[in-house]
């Protein structure tokens, strides 16, 4: 089993930063490739940055020039740096895991998920 839980969502104006943490705990083997999903009330949730145990990374096209995720393997930590901020980000964003390394956007083939964190931009 995996443990996942979000902070350092809150509200910011367009443009500004934040960056968000996911701290991860349990099994490694489930937790082999993780991504930042986000969604808006009523819609489905979005895929937009994965990476995997050997660091490769992949983004959603809309956010690829603006966030950037990373992986503290020590500390089992994933983070989210999110530079340029639209109000269009507005969104609950969440983690999840899962055991496989290639990159899904997904959300059906994530099998563990944080409780999320909100990110509000205002204009």
């Known amino acids: 089993q995996v443990q996942l839980a979000e902070s350092g969502g809150g509200s910011v104006q367009a443009g500004g930063s934040l960056r968000l943490s996911c701290a991860a705990s349990g099994d490694d083997i489930y937790r082999r490739s993780m991504v930042w999903f986000r969604q808006v009330t009523g819609e489905e949730r979005e895929g937009i940055a994965f990476?995997?145990?050997?660091?490769?990374?992949d983004y959603a096209d809309d956010i690829k020039d603006r966030f950037t995720v990373s992986l503290d393997n020590a500390r089992n930590i994933l983070y989210l740096q999110m530079n340029n901020l639209k109000p269009e980000d507005t969104a609950m964003y969440y983690c999840?895991?899962?055991?496989?390394?290639?990159?899904?956007?997904?959300?059906?083939?994530?099998?563990?998920w944080g409780q999320g964190t909100q990110v509000t931009v205002a204009s």
């Open positions: 990476i995997n145990i050997y660091g490769a990374t």
């Open positions: 999840a895991a899962r055991s496989a390394t290639y990159s899904s956007f997904d959300f059906r083939l994530f099998n563990f």
